[in-house]
């Protein structure tokens, strides 16, 4: 078996050469070098977002909470800035300063407010197309979630 330690290129052809030097238990070279190839398929599946915190129309959320997307793939971390994910107030549109971070091996995005959130307000996320996965692929559109903070 040989497992890569990083994702194998979207849509590349890969040769996999096994040599003489491999023997079985009792010491036999292998008869032949033997070789095979493939291509990799060509991703053009795009991401989606799979779970939110807090739920879409949550309420009574606390004021000290951070927002999460979870996404249906690995995205290119790159592509998951405080451009790409934003939370503003509902009402006026005000931007919410925070910092953006993702782990790759959960598929979490997450939004982490410089403060508290204002209690008793709307709140409005946004994950844009400018968030794509390893194979560029964007979301198909803008995704948006809405949740109001505890009185």
């Known amino acids: 078996t040989f497992d890569p330690t990083v994702n194998l290129d979207n849509n590349k ?8 030097g491999v023997k079985d238990a009792a010491g ?13 398929e060509l991703d053009v599946t795009a ?3 799979t779970a939110t915190s807090p739920i879409n129309n949550a309420t009574g959320v606390a004021v000290g909470s951070a927002v999460t997307v979870t996404f249906s793939e690995q995205m290119d971390a790159t ?7 934003t939370l503003k107030t509902t009402t006026g549109d005000v931007a919410v300063a925070g910092v ?8 979490v995005a997450t939004f982490t407010p ?5 209690a008793g307000t709307n709140y409005t ?10 194979a560029g692929n964007a979301l ?3 995704f948006t979630f809405k949740f109001t903070t505890a009185p």
């Open 13 to 20: 052809s890969y040769t996999i050469t096994v040599t003489t």
């Open 28 to 40: 036999n070279a292998l008869a032949a070098q033997s070789t095979s190839t493939f291509t990799t």
């Open 47 to 49: 991401p989606t977002v």
């Open 79 to 85: 592509t998951i800035t405080g451009t790409t994910f």
């Open 100 to 107: 953006v971070s993702y782990n790759g091996t959960s598929h």
């Open 114 to 118: 410089s403060g508290a959130l204002t």
């Open 125 to 134: 996320a946004t994950v844009t197309t400018g968030a794509k996965d390893l």
């Open 140 to 142: 198909l559109g803008d």
